[in-house]
T-cell receptor, first 115, second 113 residues
Framework: AQSVTQLGSHVSVSEGALVLLRCNYS??????LFWYVQYPNQGLQLLLK??????LVKGINGFEAEFKKSETSFHLTKPSAHMSDAAEYFC?????????????FGTGTRLLVSP | DADVTQTPRNRITKTGKRIMLECSQT?????MYWYRQDPGLGLRLIYY???????NKGEISDGYSVSRQAQAKFSLSLESAIPNQTALYFC????????????FGPGTRLLVL
């Protein structure tokens, strides 16, 4: 079975500061890992995904995440926060070796960006 | 125009009423999903469909039913709504594959009184 844990339901940063959103996963088989972002009153959209190629994955809007198997982590980072990054972020995992990839989502982390 | 649309966007109903949430997509994807989102719980899968004749229960299907009327349409019904079904409901689509991405609609906010 797969699961993800997102540490911190809320993270606050100042504009221009480093963004670090944490995600740890549990998977009995090699995982695919995803970060989705949800802006206010919108559906989720894909930020980036790890699919067993490069361990450092670059996504949209300057975000990136690094897959660390030894730490079972897939933390999301951005060097410099922008006001428009304020949103809720979800980490998700699915098994990599089955025909159907049912996504299992974390509980989400709301990013607050102050001027 | 949005690729995945949901109607209505907001709905208030009373306990015991039957309601239907609708989802349409223009992406041409075979796979469609219904999730509910609750604060602090993330998204949980209610039902999913691989094609018109293939519908499967997710982790929280009790109290819900679905209908896949066409490749582009997937409806979620609450036969007899109850207050703990108050939530934000999302429809999503994807193409089959080992690296598939799910594309989400804007959500339907449901309040059951």
């Amino acid at each position: 079975a797969q699961s993800v844990t997102q540490l911190g339901s809320h993270v606050s940063v100042s504009e221009g500061a480093l963004v670090l959103l944490r995600c740890n996963y549990s998977s009995s088989v090699p995982p695919y890992l995803f970060w989705y972002v949800q802006y206010p009153n919108q559906g989720l959209q894909l930020l980036l995904k790890y699919t067993s190629a490069a361990t450092l994955v670059k996504g949209i809007n300057g975000f990136e995440a690094e897959f660390k198997k030894s730490e079972t982590s897939f933390h999301l980072t951005k060097p410099s926060a922008h006001m428009s990054d304020a949103a809720e972020y979800f980490c998700a995992v699915s098994p990599a070796n089955t025909g159907f990839q049912k996504l299992v989502f974390g509980t989400g982390t709301r990013l607050l960006v102050s001027p | 125009d949005a690729d995945v649309t949901q109607t209505p966007r907001n709905r208030i109903t009373k306990t015991g009423k039957r309601i239907m949430l609708e989802c349409s997509q223009t992406k041409g994807h075979d796979r469609m999903y219904w999730y509910r989102q609750d604060p602090g719980l993330g998204l949980r899968l209610i039902y999913y469909s691989f094609d018109v004749k293939d519908i499967n229960k997710g982790e929280i299907s009790d109290g819900y039913s679905v209908s896949r009327q066409a490749q582009a349409k997937f409806s979620l019904s609450l036969e007899s709504a109850i207050p703990n079904q108050t939530a934000l409901y999302f429809c999503a689509t994807s193409e089959p594959g080992l690296q598939e991405t799910q594309y989400f609609g804007p959500g339907t906010r449901l309040l059951v009184l």
